[in-house]
């Protein structure tokens, strides 16, 4: 089956979509029904089949023994927006003009693979979240479907007030009623959870877990209850994304559907924590990811190893729904499907260019003057990851006067302000929140969790300037304004909400704020370095 390689012009702002004019019949039956489970703030490897015993996902884990357990997947953008949109276009973030950054305008000039799968036959909704938050542009005079239309009517009484009311699995099975006879689905699921806030203690309350059972806290954090019973209440959210996926397996398991149907479990971005979401560390960038389809993947409960990225998930979908996508709103795409690995019988490292892997960010939440971003790109390789920062003399985080927005308000982010602040101990606050120098190298093998920079250690510096340049070399290859002296183009792109447009300045000047999203004393508006 062949996508139309004209374009029409529809909508009032000139969107382009592919045409679905003289398309071939559509209910061939080996196009496979396409389920994309994505949680919202979920880090590798914090799931049961990856050795993480204070999490318990027996859904994520079903996928993964029946199907393909990725070790090495990772989002180029570790934000809701930004990492939403790379997944539907195939593209990497400096690719996307405004969806590059959080909040934003998608670009009309873009197709998402659910709009294409729609025009060529595929039954398309989604429920909880789909592309957001930003401005999806209009169509016709009505809002885009990135990701199909919506699902979300169905309600039930979560275990606690920060859980999303929706009934996932409820309104997964009142599409599927809806979907007609003979016809391939594209569905969905985007879960809210473990985004924060978080009840306190309920994991420990409504989980039955214990401190205890948490084996390790990353070292960038203090251990102490505190920090730990805000990670058990993160697992009681992921844990709660993993019910509604197990009651959808069960759901096309009864319809007769699961055979047919790939299932694709993974994140948008990592744990809600300092130094995790919206950075471009390991924690941050690095996901969980397994994939299963009875009738296609050969040799199921295989182990894979190489580097796989978002990027790959619309090539995957738009190549399994045979389509040809060249000269289309979807080309080029950065990334590269994964269906060979599907039909190997390899494990382990299957694909020797599956090497490394680009990431990035540019403009995330409100908190900096002028509506700045914090840029950055980085390379990630078997043995190291190089992270280039643009403008250091801005606040990774966002700034402190305006409570470090760039970071989710938690009990975790403000224990480790407070250090600083009342104790007077920085080596916390140094790694979560303080300024960073142009270059990082860290080893990936003997310092996973990047304490250590070696890039100004003397015997790294042939392997810096080496893996700058391969990673400038590449991102020019991609066309990325940041190599071409026009990075600024990040900053001048504006927020899809107006209240969110010149934050800074209208906070300084007394304008009042919502401290809901974070902690009042987060706002140090007489911060000193």
Known sequence: MIVPKNLILCGCFGLLLLSSCGKEE?????????????????????AGTYGTDWVNTPAFDRVASE??????AYTPNAKCSPSRSII??????????????????????????????GLNGYFTGFTGKGWAPGNPGEADGKPRLLTGPRYSDLKLDPPTG????????????AFLDEKPADTPFYFWYGSTEPHRAYAYGSGVALGGKSLESIDKVPAFWPDNDSVRNDLLDYAFEVEYFDQHLMQMLRELEERGELENTVVVVTADNGMPFPRVKGQAYEYSNHLPLAIMWGKGIQNPGRVINDFVNFTDFSPTFLELAKLDVAGTAMAPMAGKSLVPIFFSDASGKTDPERNAVLLGKERHDIGRPDDQGYPIRALVTEDYTYIHNFETDRWPAGNPETGYLNTDGSPTKTLILNQRRVAGNSHFWNLNFGKRPQEEVYDRNKDPEGLTNLALHPEYQSIKENLREELFRQLKAQE????????????????????QRDFYNRFMQGEPFNTGWVNDTDIETDFRE
Do not use: C
Request: glycine share 4%.
């Open 88 to 117: 539907l276009t195939g593209r990497n973030s400096w690719q996307l003009e405004e969806a590059a950054n959080h909040v934003p305008f998608f670009p009309e000039k873009f197709a998402s693979h659910v709009e294409v799968l």
């Open 26 to 46: 559509q209910s061939e039956p080996s196009r496979p029904n396409i389920l994309f489970a994505i949680a919202d703030d979920w880090s590798y490897p914090h």
């Open 162 to 173: 920060q859980i999303s009311s929706v009934d996932y699995a409820a309104n997964f099975s």
């Open 67 to 72: 199907g393909l357990l990725f070790t090495r």
């Open 480 to 499: 990325d304004p940041r190599m071409f002296g026009k990075g600024h183009i990040f900053d001048e792109y504006e927020y899809a909400q107006e209240n």
